[in-house]
């Protein structure tokens, strides 16, 4: 029996997670968009129950519910419906029912920050000042101008608010006008809210990742966001993007949110279904305090159970930012539980980041090594397994409005978005059978390439779980930093007898760490070219080598 199984812990605590992008997974249907059926139909690449696929044990499954697709999904017009380009509520009850029987978790992305504006909700909410839906979204009155009621920027471009003639009011969108916010402050909303959880608990799930947690309460007063100065760190590579220009201090990141997270947890803490929360937290440009509101929301057992921010997945990747980042973290976080993951559908993929920032191939590999030995909960986003890299997107392609926005300057997200690479020689690289893929299928990278590739990245990622599955210290440990210089980043993880010493080498150079400890093994890492060894109490660290030290 695996020694986790043992310990008496939250099951998200010693869960590895895959984030999936149902768009760009697998093409069951062949119609060029990813579908559930292609979900269930690959689930025994991730995790087959019987010790075979990559070994991850929770999915989060990005939106598939109804939606006009202005932002692929993240604009709801039925929160308890799922959209037929994705299939249909049997086929998710199928998925469900398979991913339970392999043993994985399944978490769906709610968003409940906002809808589509064809949503009912808000189709009667526009109609005039006095219908039942009149205060379920955040409508208020133009400025003595007739302009918008404040400076608030949108995170797409442009005003937050939108003007609706019909109630000659102004309504709120922190995203694209296409979605407006919901009004968290309105009790009949907070049900909707309930209800919408409730649903998804009985269908079965696991858990919810939710969307710009963070977002849900704003300024009552509607106070003017403070402009940054030219010169802060938060604008640079970021030209032309409006919202990066102010500190969003008014829009979002009120003390009331505490009350609506307290209100999902609390509904999800009725069911007694041991699903867990892990909220999305951005859009704040100072790190430290990014970092604080985030931990502030996971202490206790009142709000989200986990919470992840971009300070790992848009910062520049070397041993001092990192280490930064994740002493920060440990200072704040108290009894709450870290999240970590270096990439997602929002950001650039880890490859193309490490490449642009270090020109190196193998860069990736230390970082999926360290994320899978950090205290909490891994996230890895669908491909890098494989070290797929960011597709150039050319004009032409576009889908994101993001990236349509502020194109050239900013590209958007697509890159990051393509289809999986299953196959390297079959057409759209396996994403489906004949079909034009929604976004290009050009993958430098395959998995019928790696998967018996004993060096490949699939399987130094597979080692690395399976290493983490065996090692309650890699799991459950304390942290303690040992050392930090300007490439190499030295830690300890502790669990009862258990210790272990992780050394990585950011650098280009070789390293040479006194270690201290007198018994102990190393553990190898067969797939990884660059372990460690323990020589003499010392470690000696070929460039970009990374070691795991036991002492028991």
């Not at 079909?435 to 990622?461: E, G, R, Y």
Request: glycine content about 8%; overall charge negative; charged content about 25%.
């Amino acid at each position: 029996m695996n020694i986790l199984s043992k310990i008496p812990l939250d099951w998200w605590k010693n869960s590895v997670f895959y984030q999936i992008y149902p768009r760009s997974f697998y093409d069951a249907d062949n119609n060029g968009i990813g579908d559930l059926k292609g979900i269930t139909q690959k689930l025994d690449y991730l995790n087959d129950g019987q010790g075979g696929g990559l070994g991850i044990d929770a999915i989060w499954v990005s939106p598939f519910f109804k939606s006009p697709m202005k932002d692929f999904g993240y604009d709801v017009s039925d929160f308890c419906d799922v959209d037929p380009i994705f299939g249909t509520m049997a086929d998710f009850d199928e998925m469900t029912e398979a991913c339970h029987q392999r043993g994985i978790k399944i978490l769906v992305d709610l968003v409940l920050n906002h809808c589509s504006d064809l949503h009912p909700w808000f189709q009667e909410s526009r109609k005039d000042r006095t219908n039942q839906k009149a205060d379920w979204f955040v409508w208020e009155e133009k400025a003595a101008d007739g302009g918008p009621p404040n400076n608030w920027i949108g995170v797409f471009g442009g005003s937050a608010w939108e003007y609706e003639p019909k109630r000659d009011q102004y309504y709120l969108h922190n995203f694209l006008k296409e979605q407006p916010d919901l009004n968290w402050y309105n009790t009949e909303v907070q049900q909707a809210m309930r209800e919408i959880i409730r649903f998804w608990l009985k269908k079965g799930v696991d858990g919810f990742r939710l969307d710009t947690a963070n977002f849900y309460a704003f300024d009552q007063k509607l106070r003017d966001n403070p402009k940054l100065p030219d010169d802060h760190p938060s604008l640079e590579n970021r030209d032309g993007i409006d919202y990066d220009k102010y500190d969003a201090c008014f829009s979002k990141d009120r003390p009331e949110n505490f009350e609506f997270l307290n209100i999902i947890r609390s509904t999800i803490d009725e069911q007694e279904s041991h699903a867990t929360t892990i909220g999305e937290i951005g859009g704040i440009q100072n790190l430290d305090r990014l970092i604080e509101l985030a931990s502030s929301y996971v202490k206790g057992d009142q709000h989200l159970h986990m919470a992840y921010t971009f300070s790992l997945i848009g910062t520049r990747l070397d041993a001092t930012s990192i280490a930064n980042i994740i002493g920060l973290t440990e200072t704040h976080i108290e009894d709450g539980w870290p999240c970590w993951s270096f990439g997602n559908h929002d950001s650039t993929r880890i490859k193309s980041r490490c490449k642009a920032q270090m020109d190196v191939e193998f860069f990736q590999e230390n970082l999926m090594l360290l994320l899978l030995c950090l205290r909490g909960t891994p996230i890895i986003y669908y491909g890098e397994e494989l070290g797929m890299t960011e597709y150039a997107i050319k004009k032409e392609e576009l889908q994101d409005p993001f990236g349509i926005t502020y194109w050239p300057s900013y590209p958007g997200r697509d890159g990051c978005r393509t289809p999986f690479p299953w196959g390297h020689k079959q057409h759209a690289q396996g994403f489906n059978l004949s079909h034009k893929p929604w976004l290009p299928a050009t993958s430098t990278v395959s998995l019928d390439q790696q998967i018996d590739d004993l060096t490949s990245m699939f399987t130094l990622t597979k080692t690395m779980i399976e290493i983490r599955k065996k090692h309650p210290a890699l799991a459950f440990g304390d942290f303690k930093e040992i050392k930090l210089t300007v490439d190499l980043y030295v830690f300890q993880r502790t669990y009862r007898s258990q210790t272990i010493i992780i050394a990585c080498n950011f650098g280009n150079s070789s390293q040479n760490i006194k270690i201290g400890i007198k018994h102990g093994k190393q553990l190898i890492i067969p797939a990884f070219q660059r372990n460690g060894k323990w020589i003499n109490e010392s470690m000696e660290l070929p460039p970009y080598g990374f070691s795991i030290l036991i002492q028991e």
